[in-house]
């Protein structure tokens, strides 16, 4: 199930559409600075969060409007003939959530005056309760990888702060070494993580149903974190996801981060230098951060299109005995043009440093198109490129699957992972709901694959796998001219 989302004329972004899947995981919004990640996941979470319009977005066109649609459901935020936000519903949209953005739009201090703050600054320690275990263990945990670091973490709501003093929501408190600090004196990494798990608690308590979507959407939280948190972090959030059945967003530039998210669930905001939008999804962290700081060091760097070109290569040095005395690294950048720019910005950059040697091996069906790319860009940076005799993985299966059917390969899929809807029917549906010749890149015919694979709790992963397998019981001439690539490359 995925939410659709649809932006038009919000702040940098002219328009967009986007489908957010609901199912719980950790997923990042990425892009260069000003993509529009921020926009995006402010606008998005508009889906259940009544947020003051022109405060969030400022000034905005008369046609400027936010749509929603889930399970049948429509939602939507226009403007009337009074250029007055307004919200339509209509049909069942039933999802839950919450939206932790920056200082000045998170959820921290929403209408509190400077006043206000001071009074609470000063408020009755009779007037504090102590704060819920669920926030004051992980607040130690993730800060300092200890649960009981914050020992006596309080609280107080406006509903006991006494009529002179109104604020919104709760206001926490920790004490320590006979002092008492407020969250208006906390560091920011504090204020913002005690906001976090704040929400995140109140949403553990009105799950009445798991079953019900509920979307988490942070918008840069490593700006206030350290590395070694966010690390804690990201295994907290991963856990509380599983439990809770939360999809949790991330709006971020963080290697930490996006390193720990599979690319099917990393989304790339890219600005075309005509002011366009295009979102890259899957995306790999290789080409999200634009970074290769953490693999320098090793000897030899293969930059690959995706998933399948990396496992194929990973397999076949090791089935030959490649690896002896190197250390190989093999990275997935996306598509044949990713890996063509960052190949070039590795060498103009020397992101990884002299002591490594860069090649690129391509998908075999897009040779034309790569050396159109090269000429056309003026590309000379005598990097050794070479072609795998396969295609993505989008593309392989159609053609294996539906253009020219391979039987060995659709029987072994069948009986191992499409049990319950079998690989005819999700071909059959196809070609009836789909116009194929519109098709070539197999995207259309991959993502009814990969909706199976979803309702069945399968991975991407576990088919790469299975597909790899059968190439390598293939013993193909292609995959033996692609080995002794392998073997000269590194060999130099």
């Known amino acids: 199930m995925k939410l659709g989302v649809e932006i038009n004329k919000i702040k940098s972004i002219e328009n967009l559409k986007i489908d957010l899947p609901v199912e719980k995981g950790l997923y990042a919004i990425t892009g260069q600075n000003g993509s529009g990640k921020s926009t995006l996941v402010m606008a998005a979470s508009t889906v259940f969060f009544n947020m ?98 914050y020992e006596k973490l309080l609280k107080i709501n406006n509903r006991d702060a006494g009529p002179d003093i109104q604020f919104s929501g709760d206001i926490f408190y920790y004490e320590k070494q006979g002092r008492r600090v407020s969250q208006f004196h906390m560091s920011t990494g504090e204020n913002l993580l005690i906001s976090v798990l704040h929400s995140i608690n109140l949403r553990n308590n009105d799950r009445a149903s798991l079953s019900k979507p509920c979307i988490l959407f942070l918008d840069e939280i490593e700006l206030a974190l350290h590395p070694s948190s ?11 996801s599983k439990i809770y059945n939360y999809a949790i967003y991330f709006s971020t530039h963080s290697i930490e981060l996006i390193g720990a998210i599979k690319p099917d669930n990393i989304f790339f905001l890219e600005r075309h230098a005509d002011g366009s939008l295009e979102m890259l999804n899957p995306c ?117 699957l539906h253009d020219r059917i391979d039987h060995k390969l659709f029987r072994h899929l069948n009986d191992f992972i499409f049990h319950q809807v079998s690989l005819t029917e999700i071909v059959e549906k196809y070609k009836v709901e789909i116009d194929v010749s519109k098709d070539k890149n197999g995207k259309k015919f991959y993502k009814r694959i990969d909706d199976e694979l979803r309702n069945r709790g399968k991975s991407r992963s576990d088919l790469v796998e299975m597909v790899v397998q059968h190439l390598m019981t293939e013993k193909s001439p292609e995959l033996e001219k692609t080995v002794e690539y392998l073997k000269r490359q590194l060999a130099t």
């Not at 400027?64 to 009337?80: A, D, E, I």
């Not at 966010?230 to 991963?238: D, G, H, M, N, P």
């Not at 043009?337 to 103009?348: D, G, P, Q, S």
């Open 230 to 240: 966010l690390k804690r972090l990201v295994a907290f959030l991963t856990e509380i």
């Open 52 to 149: 003051r319009m022109n405060d969030y977005f400022g000034f905005t066109d008369q046609d400027s409007y936010v749509k929603f649609s889930l399970n049948g459901g429509t939602r939507s935020w226009t403007k009337n003939s009074n250029n007055r936000w307004t919200m339509n519903s209509n049909g069942n949209m039933s999802i839950k959530g919450f939206y932790e953005g920056s200082v000045i739009f998170g959820t921290r201090f929403r209408n509190t005056s400077f006043h206000i703050l001071s009074k609470l600054d000063r408020i009755e320690r009779s007037k504090l309760d102590a704060a819920d275990d669920f926030i004051k263990e992980n607040l130690g945990k993730i800060l300092h990888n200890n649960p009981s670091y």
């Open 284 to 400: 790999y962290p290789a080409y999200a951060t634009r970074i290769l700081y953490d693999h320098s060091g090793y000897d030899y760097i293969f930059l690959v299109e995706d998933d399948l070109a990396k496992e194929v290569i990973n397999r076949l040095l090791r089935e030959h005995g490649l690896l002896s005395s190197k250390l190989v690294h093999v990275l997935p950048c996306g598509g044949y043009t990713n890996v063509i720019e960052l190949a070039r910005e590795v060498v103009n950059s020397n992101l990884v440093g002299k002591t490594s040697t860069i090649s690129i091996i391509l998908d075999g069906d897009v040779k034309a198109e790569a050396q159109k790319y090269i000429a056309d860009n003026g590309v000379s940076n005598n990097i050794p490129l070479n072609y795998l005799p396969i295609e993505s993985l989008e593309k392989y299966l159609k053609s294996k």
